[in-house]
């Protein structure tokens, strides 16, 4: 078996865990085929128990330590040095060592680097890795990361709107730099991939991607589940990492603009916030009436088996939403923004209901609530079953570490 590196920016496990599905399976996929030398961080103190597990289909592996209020002070070199914040958030000396050594002792021939922020690593300016000449790299953008500090940036007040602003510019140019650097580039979504061809056309020929998947075997309607729910509610449920800005900015919005509409109609309506390192803002939440913020839980299953609804009111989105196709793959009826339905094989009002707006998502959990559709789930489910297999999409990965390019192997698909 060949050698491969795999860079990642957290720790890939567990595989519930809407951050680190993806790069969970694409571990997990490509242990089958090499002997992996795995490097990532851990920014949570929770995940250094999931270490040994991770280790167990790695050849070796490399965890460093992120603070996260350390790395944003650390990232404010890059604002005097001209780099993109971001890389220097992630910078880190014995992380580069580890994968300098590596590459040197194991003859590395193939690189799988997880995120934008990672490729500094295999890619530095400063000097030339050991079998880089030689060596293959693809690049699993995931979601353009240039784009979100350009969204971020229209709510913010200077000068917050300056310094994403400026985020946006820089990592924009660092990305096209990997692109054009790397041997393919992918992302979550064809739609994603459009957009970053029209940023990057020098290397659109080098980019392709790759569906997230669903493990429909664990997210099953048919589990038994105990009800976490209190006896009378009528719960909606919200699920994603809390500590993430699009997700506090939905949760927000919803509890601002569309609970009260619906709890004046029906005042046992609770929306629960399900999710770990819930910030300030979403905590604050729950003083307000019919919110409850339940931060991490071990499953994130019975609340959606026993909820009323899902939803997934996004402002701000890229690439393909993990807690909706979970959602609709526990057969829930799932209301969404159109951020959150971008790049999702759905169809409204037969695999989801969308909600343009807070009068049409308090109409729709309205109608839910009273008289909710027989349909929507099933097909939700089926939906998922037919598009979202992982071994499907993961198999561009493979042939692209191979040596074939997106432009070949995903001509038809990025048009």
Known sequence: MEHLLFLAHRIPYPPNKGDKIR?????????????????SFIDDANDWQYVDTVKQICATAHFAKLSPRHARLHSLGGLLAGRPLTLDYYRNAGLQSWVTETMRSQKIGKALVFSSAMAQFVA????????????????????????????YATSKPWPMKWVYQREARKLLEYERSVAAAFDAALFVSPEEARLFQSMAPESAAKIGHFSNGVDADYF??????????????????????????PNIDAVQWFAREVLPGVRALRPD????????????????????????????????????????????????????????????????PVVVSPQALEGIAAHPREDVLLAEDAERYIAILLQQLTQPGPTLGPRARANVLANYAWSAHLAVVDTLLDGSTPSSTQRKAVR
């Open 269 to 332: 309506a609770v929306f629960y916030i399900v999710g770990s390192r819930p910030a300030p803002q979403v905590q604050a939440l729950a003083a307000q009436p019919g919110v409850r913020v339940t931060g991490t839980v071990p499953d994130v299953r019975p609340y959606l088996a026993h909820a009323q609804a899902a939803v997934a009111p996004l402002r701000i989105a890229r690439g393909i939403q993990n807690k909706v196709l979970e959602a609709m793959a526990m057969a829930m």
């Open 124 to 151: 530095p300016a400063q000097e030339r890795l050991p079998n880089d000449g030689d060596m293959r790299r693809v690049i699993d953008f995931v979601d353009i990361d240039s784009d979100k500090w350009a969204q």
């Open 23 to 39: 790069s969970w399976h694409l571990l997990r996929h490509l242990a089958q085929r090499y002997h992996v030398h795995l490097g």
């Open 220 to 245: 099953s309607p048919t589990g038994e589940y105990a009800n976490p729910y209190t006896a009378g509610e009528a719960a909606l449920v919200f699920t994603g990492a809390m500590d993430y800005w």
